[in-house]
């Protein structure tokens, strides 16, 4: 994917689509049983967690790149 929003955006971006495609999913669910209300809080701590995700894996692809670096020189 285009790297012009800066280093891996293209998996916070895969994030965000994936959160998006959940919240009709979330809002089916949730919102008949619990209200409006549960439902947002429930999709806020879903997109926390998916970028919590997103951040470790970037941050884990960085290390190891400077990681093999290293070993190279």
């Known amino acids: 994917m ?16 994936v959160w998006l495609c959940c919240l009709p999913l979330i809002a ?10 549960t439902m947002g809080m429930i999709a ?3 997109l926390i967690i998916l970028l919590a995700m997103c951040w470790g894996l970037c941050g ?3 290390y190891n790149r400077q990681d093999s670096k290293r070993r190279i020189s």
């Open 44 to 46: 806020f701590v879903l």
């Open 60 to 62: 884990w692809k960085i």
């Open 2 to 17: 285009n790297h012009r929003f800066g280093f891996h955006s293209d998996e916070m971006l895969l994030a965000f689509a």
């Open 28 to 37: 089916l669910i949730i919102i008949p049983f619990w209200g409006l209300g």
